[in-house]
């Protein structure tokens, strides 16, 4: 298959209009303009019948056969034949087999006017039989045109339209010229950008004013360059906090195992000194599994999450039993056990975790679990009774890394955050009388169709 590029297309475009438009033209207008030119032959004889009013001139000075031969354009002939035996014709006939052929298509004739053609001597012949009343007797009036006339206009019309055709097909190179320019510039612009975020620049703008429609083209560059400008300082971002995260842990179980070859014991004793290492490598081991869970949270933004008919008191319950060793002096209370929805069972339990867990540092003494549907909706909620969260630090709360006050690892609220966007919804945080609430709501569709069923 021949490739082209767009400036070949542009050709071809144009060549092939004006190709398709000549073809056409040069089918269509030879029997269309000779069609009219019939037409208009026809009437050139009526009108010359009607105006001579009958031929009288040429009854007085009759013309011979030999005349009927004289093919001058715009010439008209005329001759009376009466609707009675034994009358001559008058004026000037035609040859005797024309002149029969005419007379039958006279007597034949109903209309008051009728037009005819013969052909003769290799030529057409054009004309007009009128009924008329000569000295009260029937009678038809014929007047004849050659073919000349009209195959002389043709030809004429035909040579012009050519000569147009010509002038037009170059004068038609000016905007195919014009066009290329018009549609290389700004692609040349877009190409050269497109080359500099290949090799990973994508720090300078992109803004073109003019066309709408490449403005429009360039609006959408210039957002995917921002979004992937957003998303390199992101992933730049979660490395840094990462590495930090991990650099301690590893640090002090660096430094430990140094000082335990070096026969120095950090801590009093053997076990207590391992006892540290154990903690930061499962320390570190947790910061990892976090790490990867929320990459692999990502990595499903293109797919939808299995959603699977749950009851929220079989995820609560064993989350209260999990977390209920870790502060004995917090209860945790769990309401509407009994809401069926649907949703990922395993992101679902990630979620609360993450919220039960980031409540236990903060509660006072108590922390609420509670689900509900709300026509349409699924609404989750973990409430803890602790201190209010500062209102500049609410807007920032689910951002990767970012740690307020007791803050841990940073990733915990912004998993919570990309599961609930998995599941079509959003989560919030707010201030209450009381403490601080976390509330996750998505939409509940597919629970609707399996009840259905």
């Given at each position: 298959m021949i490739k082209v590029n767009l400036t070949q297309r542009i050709w071809l475009a144009f060549i092939s209009i004006i190709v398709i438009v000549v073809l056409s033209i040069i089918i269509i207008y030879p029997i269309s303009i000779k069609g009219t030119m019939t037409d208009e032959t026809y009437r050139i004889i009526e009108h010359e019948q009607i105006r001579s009013a009958y031929p009288l001139l040429d009854l007085i000075n009759p013309r011979n056969e030999q005349e009927f031969t004289d093919r001058d354009p715009g010439r008209v002939g005329h001759f009376l034949i009466y609707d009675t035996l034994g009358r001559a014709t008058e004026g000037a006939p035609p040859p005797k087999e024309v002149l029969q052929e005419m007379a039958q298509n006279a007597y034949r004739q109903e209309a008051h006017r009728g037009r005819y053609e013969i052909q003769y001597g290799g030529a057409t012949v054009f004309y007009v039989i009128t009924k008329a009343q000569i000295d009260e007797r029937p009678a038809f009036h014929i007047s004849y045109m050659w073919d000349t006339y009209r195959d002389e206009m043709v030809n004429r019309l035909w040579e012009r339209l050519l000569y147009i055709l010509l002038l037009t097909s170059c004068l038609s190179l000016i905007p195919a010229i014009w066009l290329k320019h018009y549609l290389r510039q700004p692609l040349i612009i877009l190409g050269n950008h497109l080359e500099q975020i290949a090799n990973r620049d994508w720090q300078e703008p992109l803004k073109w004013k003019g066309d709408e429609d490449f403005q429009r083209l360039s609006d959408q560059f210039e957002r995917m360059r921002q979004n992937l400008n957003l998303y390199d300082r992101a992933q730049k971002t979660f490395i840094q906090h990462a590495s930090h995260e991990l650099k301690t842990p590893i640090m002090v179980i660096k430094s430990y195992a140094h000082s335990v070859k070096d026969g120095i014991m950090p801590k009093n004793n053997m076990e207590q000194t391992m006892d540290v290492i154990i903690e930061e490598a499962n320390r570190m081991e947790r910061r990892v599994i976090d790490m990867l869970y929320y990459t692999k949270l990502d990595s499903l933004k293109e797919e939808s999450p299995k959603h699977e008919e749950l009851v929220f008191g079989q995820i609560a319950f064993q989350i209260e039993e999990r977390f209920r060793v870790q502060r004995e002096d917090v209860k945790i209370l769990v309401e509407g056990a009994e809401t069926r929805?649907?949703?990922?069972?395993?992101?679902?339990?990630?979620?609360?975790?993450?919220?039960?867990?980031?409540?236990?540092?903060?509660?006072?003494?108590?922390?609420?679990?509670?689900?509900?549907?709300?026509?349409?909706?699924?609404?989750?909620?973990?409430?803890?009774?602790?201190?209010?969260?500062?209102?500049?630090?609410?807007?920032?709360?689910?951002?990767?890394?970012?740690?307020?006050?007791?803050?841990?690892?940073?990733?915990?609220?912004?998993?919570v955050k990309r599961i609930t966007e998995l599941h079509g919804g959003c989560p919030k945080v707010e201030n209450t009388e009381t403490g601080v609430k976390f509330s996750i709501s998505f939409p509940q569709h597919e629970l609707k169709k399996t009840k259905k069923k």
């Open positions: 929805f649907s949703g990922d069972v395993e992101q679902l339990e990630v979620l609360l975790e993450n919220l039960v867990e980031n409540a236990l540092r903060y509660a006072k003494d108590t922390i609420w679990m509670k689900a509900s549907l709300k026509e349409d909706q699924v609404l989750i909620t973990v409430e803890n009774n602790g201190d209010s969260i500062p209102a500049q630090d609410l807007p920032q709360l689910f951002n990767p890394f970012y740690k307020g006050n007791k803050g841990k690892f940073g990733l915990g609220l912004a998993i």
